[in-house]
C-alpha cells in the first residue's frame, strides 16, 4: 500500500502527452520513484495504457548498470519500441548515466513517446533545463511528505501528531515505520547514503571530516544568516586547517544540489536587488536534519520556519528572505504572475515585545502587499492593526489556498 501523492499526481497528469520531458527532482527517498513508477504507471493502466507500452528503466540499481551510458540508454529503450503507438517511457535516477541528455532527446524526437525522468542532483533544475532538453523539459519538484499528506496517511488530530512529524519529518518509508527507534535508524541510513554517495563520491570530496561538518553546522544553522566566510572561520576556531571560504562556497553548493538543504536569498525590497552575503539555508526535511545531529538541538521556532519555507516551495512560490530597511521580514513569497505575500513566523506573540518585534519588520512597507504572521497562538483574533493578518500553523500547512483568502 503506498502513500498516495495526490498533488503530485496531478502535476503529472495535467502534464501527460504534452510535447515536454517531465523530471521530476528531489533528494533521495522523497517518493520520486514510487510517484513515477507506481502511482502514475497505475494511472496510465487505468486508463488503458498497455503495460507493454511503458518503458521503465531504473538507473540506480545495479542491474540496470549496462544502461549507464547514453548510447546503451538509448539502444535499450529503441529494442522495446516496436510499433507507431503512443509509448510512455520512466528513466530513474537519470544522472546516473553519462550524457543522458543525448539518450532522453533522441527517445523524444525519433520516437512517439512521453518521458518521464527523476533525479537528485539539481543538474537537472530548471536554470539547466532549457539547455539540456532544447528547451523542452519542465521541472516537477517532488519533496517529503507534506503535513498535508503526513496527516491524510495518519488518520489522526494534526494536534496529535505534529510532534512526530516535526521530530522525524516526511520520507514516506520513516513515516510508514512504526517505532521511534526504526524511524531514527532509517533516516541515519539515508544521511549517509545522500552524504556518501551523492556528495563525496560524487564531487570527489577529499576531506569528508570537515565536509561533515559543514552539513552539522548547517543543521544547526536553520533560520540564522550563514555565509562561507562565516563558516570557514567557525571551523578554524575549532582547529580545522586549512580550509577556505571557497571551500566551503563549493561545498555548499553540493550541498543544495542534492537536495539536503534548500538556499533562500536575501532580497532588497526597497533597493529591489539580491544581496550578495548573508544567505540561510533550511533543511528539505526535519527528521533528517535531526539524524544528522543525532536528535540534538530541537528548537521550535526554526523549526516552524523551516516547515513554512518548504510548504510555501511546494506551493510553487519563489521564497526569498526580504530586507526592510533595518528589518527583516522572514518570507517574501512571489508567483510568476506577480503575487507577493510578505511573512512573518513565530511560535508565538503572546509577549508585547515578541509581537512588536515581529509585525515592526513590516512597517512601512506600503506597497498593497499582503502581511501575514503565522503562529502557533490558539487566537481568535487573525485581523491585527494595519491590515495585517495572523494565521495558525496548522491552518496554513493543512490549507493549500489559505493565503490567497486571507
Same mark, same amino acid.
Given at each position: 500500500?503506498? *502513500?498516495? @501523492?495526490?498533488?503530485?499526481? +496531478? ?59 547514453? @548510447? ?42 512521453? $518521458? ?12 539547466? *533545463? ?66 556518501? @554517495? ?27 544568516? $550563514? ?27 553540493? *550541498? ?13 525590497? @526597497? ?95 506600503? +506597497?498593497?502587499?499582503?502581511? $501575514? ?34
Amino acid at each position: 500500500m503506498y *502513500i498516495q @501523492r495526490k498533488k503530485l499526481l +496531478d502535476k503529472l497528469i495535467h502534464y501527460q502527452g504534452k510535447d515536454i520531458v517531465k523530471i521530476i527532482t528531489g533528494i533521495r527517498r522523497c517518493g520520486k520513484s514510487v510517484l513515477l513508477n507506481e502511482l502514475f504507471y497505475s494511472h496510465l493502466i487505468a486508463q488503458g495504457v498497455p503495460a507493454d507500452h511503458i518503458v521503465c528503466v531504473s538507473l540506480d540499481e545495479e542491474r540496470w548498470a549496462p544502461l549507464r551510458e547514453s @548510447r546503451e540508454l538509448y539502444q535499450f529503450v529503441k529494442s522495446k519500441i516496436t510499433d507507431e503507438g503512443q509509448y510512455y517511457v520512466f528513466i530513474d535516477e537519470v544522472q546516473m548515466a553519462a550524457h543522458f541528455e543525448e539518450a532522453v532527446n533522441s527517445i523524444k524526437s525519433e520516437f512517439h513517446a512521453d $518521458v518521464y525522468i527523476t533525479g537528485s542532483n539539481s543538474k537537472l533544475l530548471s536554470h539547466d *533545463i532549457s539547455t539540456i532538453f532544447r528547451g523542452r523539459g519542465i521541472e516537477i519538484r517532488c519533496f517529503p511528505l507534506s503535513f498535508a499528506e503526513f496527516v491524510s496517511y495518519k488518520q489522526e488530530d494534526p494536534r496529535d501528531v505534529f510532534g512526530e512529524y516535526v521530530m522525524f519529518g516526511g520520507l514516506p518509508y520513516a513515516v510508514t515505520e512504526d517505532s521511534p527507534q526504526d524511524k531514527a535508524a532509517y533516516l541515519g541510513m539515508i544521511c549517509g547514503t545522500v552524504m556518501a @554517495r551523492d556528495m563525496i563520491d560524487r564531487y570527489g570530496i577529499r576531506n569528508e571530516a570537515q565536509f561533515g561538518a559543514i552539513v552539522d553546522l548547517l543543521c544547526s544553522s536553520i533560520g540564522s544568516y $550563514v555565509s562561507a566566510n562565516k563558516i570557514a572561520n567557525t571551523l578554524k576556531s575549532a582547529g580545522a586547517k586549512g580550509i577556505a571560504s571557497e571551500t566551503v562556497e563549493r561545498y555548499l553548493s553540493h *550541498i543544495t544540489d542534492s537536495f539536503l538543504f534548500y538556499k533562500a536569498q536575501r532580497y532588497d525590497i @526597497r533597493g529591489r536587488e539580491y544581496l550578495k552575503t548573508q544567505n540561510k539555508y533550511y533543511a528539505c526535511d526535519l527528521g533528517l536534519r535531526n539524524a544528522q545531529i543525532n536528535f540534538r538541538q530541537m528548537e521550535m521556532t526554526h523549526a516552524i520556519e523551516n516547515l513554512v519555507y518548504l510548504e510555501l516551495l511546494r506551493r510553487d512560490y519563489t521564497v526569498d528572505i526580504g530586507k526592510n530597511s533595518g528589518q527583516e521580514i522572514d518570507f517574501v513569497a512571489s508567483t510568476p504572475l506577480g503575487r507577493r505575500v510578505y511573512i512573518q513566523v513565530a511560535y508565538s506573540i503572546d509577549q508585547p515585545e515578541v509581537r512588536a518585534r515581529e509585525l515592526g519588520a513590516f512597517r512601512s512597507l506600503d +506597497d498593497g502587499y499582503q502581511k $501575514v504572521l503565522i503562529t502557533m497562538d490558539n487566537s481568535p483574533f487573525t485581523h491585527l492593526e494595519n491590515g495585517y493578518r495572523m494565521i495558525h500553523l496548522y491552518d496554513f500547512l493543512l490549507q493549500d489556498d489559505i493565503l490567497e483568502h486571507v
